[in-house]
């Protein structure tokens, strides 16, 4: 069920290649609350300038999208390109130019076609419905799968609806962001904590997980309230439970990104446990995740703990003391030890599976963390030395 | 011309598969100084613990090298088998066994085959001789070539030389040390010098190469200095002299190392100058030399600067002001803006070499530092998904 206020659209306008969907638009039929978490990627792409710039604001009434193209190192001119695009969709809609907020994914260093979306954006605008796929297929780039995921949550005795749309499969290692992320709920949420929610539910569910470590320059994720549900603006418990409902949303969206990424079949939770403290813990398990070396064993399914033993022993947050490995339950180290040639077969079984955990227990401390990650296969080297050609 | 007073042999010991030289020693006819440098990761191998407490003496009469079996991860069985190796070895030499230095490298978490080694060390020490290539083929695991580097140096009037031997071509980010690498001379240096000489061109050779941003459990540099050259310990410009030539061969097997990296055909130069200062740029070398978006564009020959852009983006240790890229020589990007499809062609064709720059030019200070990397291949995962199979 669609939250109420919000419609969708995708249109044709030959950023990717013709025929296929690139142009993707969500509308409030009220200005809706707004938050936004955006790369911290010093290099910035263009409609992150200019998205962040609006969504200071804390209202807006569309969010207007391209895939194919990223609009960055684009200059004065790609400012120029994600403002004039909006400014073309708010006139069609009606709305004052900056409360359509703009983002690009693609290619990085071409200029904006601007014409071609100005010419889509009348067909964009007169789409507009209550089905969000067309729209969350728009904004794939090398995606395999649109990423949708919803909940509904009673809130002060009214049933409000959360949904998420996301894109990413690739230049994935999110910095209190992702790459592409919508969240839409008609819940009645005040734009400063919508801010919060979504900062606390990026910060637990995107920025978690990891395909590549590199992050992207244009990495926004977005969360508009339309109030449509009824009511005053959520607080206390009734807050929580919405909070709750977009961090479940998000969490799904950041699984499906790892599980769609590029050229992986497997789905891996690296959960550091014991670690002096949880910033410690999160180090040690974005190392392992990162590892190319434990991402390779994870795609030949090689229960080759002594490569996640070296990682975490160069994460600079591992002391030296005693530690366990198990993978997907089967205890594989015990105090820094090999548990040797059975217990390995047995966990090569488990990594057959498509998803699975790789636990750490170090003795350090309570930290603790997850970090989620995907395994490192021949294809995702195809795919990305093939990429612009 | 090798170093006077060392002697080099290899030997079958099947801790790789039967009919494998897996075995490799080096020999001084007198006391060597003795100086090493290891690797920083927390998880250090045995014989990296037992090597590094006897090289704090500054002598040593041998080293000792297995292959196919990094001896980490084994606990107090672990150290105990790095010392009857090397005690068997010195047994045979008749030299002290704390005179023997242990290295090991290959498959972390299996325990040592002291038996087979003991079994095969009177054939190892019958075999001593002038040649370093057995001994240089005895040390490799993914290795395709052997990888060696000579220098001669006049030093207080005599002519003096400088042999390194190493291996390594994954699990390649040296921290302050790498892979293994052995580096003989016959100059008379004393200890001490012997220790700022190798450490200062580890730094600035063997800590400047990236394959895949893992660093070893076992990573060893060794350097011993027979004297046999004659003379008292050089100092002043004839100590510099020898310095030079130490760097220089850690320099040539350092770039041989990334040659023969997994799977890899590229050797590059990621250049930084214009950063605040040296750390800063070496932060940016290393975040671009490591970003997997950017090695699958150097093995698609693809001038991809926007993943290079992004790289620096996310280095942490850029300001956010104007940049150039220059692949090979071609300008890319001038003032953060690519400069055409054109440009790109000709970096295109560049990229076709086996070895280029990629130059980075901020306008932040003074900073310089070179990071040499290579590409990511498919061949690299297929190695690493299949290694222990």
């Known amino acids: 069920m669609i939250p109420k206020g919000f419609r969708f659209a995708a249109a044709e306008a030959a950023v990717k290649a013709p025929g296929r969907l690139d142009l993707g638009l969500i509308a409030c039929d009220r200005p809706a609350a707004a938050a936004g978490v955006f790369t911290r990627n010093r290099v910035v792409a263009a409609p992150v300038v200019v998205c962040r710039e609006r969504v200071a604001a804390g ?3 569309a969010v207007l999208v391209n895939a194919g193209n990223a609009n960055a190192c684009t200059g004065p001119q790609g400012l120029d390109a994600a403002r004039r695009t909006s400014a ?8 004052p130019p900056d409360a359509v907020l703009p983002c690009s994914t693609g290619v990085i260093g071409l200029p904006l076609p601007v ?4 010419a889509a954006a009348p067909a964009l605008v007169d789409g507009l419905g209550d089905d969000p796929e067309p729209f969350a297929r728009s904004i794939l780039t090398t995606d395999t799968v649109p990423k949708q995921s919803a909940r509904t949550v009673t809130a002060a005795g009214r049933q409000a609806r959360v949904l998420g749309v996301a894109k990413g499969a690739g230049m994935i290692r ?3 962001a992702t790459m592409l992320g919508f969240v839409v709920t008609d819940a009645p949420v005040a734009a400063a904590d919508l801010d919060a929610v979504l900062r606390a539910a990026c910060d637990r569910t995107f920025n978690r997980i990891t395909v590549d470590g590199d992050t992207s ?6 969360a508009l309230a339309s109030g449509a549900a009824g009511g005053p603006p959520v607080s206390g418990p009734d807050l929580a439970a919405v909070a709750d409902a977009v961090e479940a949303v998000c969490r799904d969206l950041a699984r499906a990104i790892v599980a769609d990424a590029e050229g992986a079949g497997k789905v891996v939770d690296v959960r550091v446990v014991g670690a002096a403290d949880d910033a410690a813990a999160l180090r040690v398990a974005r190392t392992v995740a990162e ?4 991402k390779t064993a994870l795609h030949g399914e090689d229960p080759n703990w002594g490569r996640i033993a070296a990682a975490v022993g160069r994460s600079g947050a591992y002391a030296g003391g005693p ?3 198990e993978i997907g339950g089967v205890a594989v180290v015990r105090d820094g030890l090999g548990l040797g040639e059975e217990a390995e077969a047995r966990a090569h079984r488990v990594m057959q599976a498509g998803a699975y955990e790789v636990r750490i227990v170090l003795a350090e401390g309570e930290g603790r963390a997850v970090v989620t990650t995907c395994d490192l296969s ?4 195809r795919i990305n030395a093939d990429y612009r050609s």
């Open 59 to 61: 209202r807006a009434r």
């Open 88 to 95: 073309r969709v708010a006139d069609l809609l009606g709305v």
């Open 115 to 118: 014409d071609r979306i100005a």
């Open 174 to 176: 999110p910095d209190l």
């Open 217 to 222: 320059t244009n990495d926004t994720v977005l």
């Open 291 to 294: 590892s190319p070396l434990v």
């Open 323 to 325: 530690f366990d490995i």
């Open 378 to 381: 021949a294809e995702y080297v």
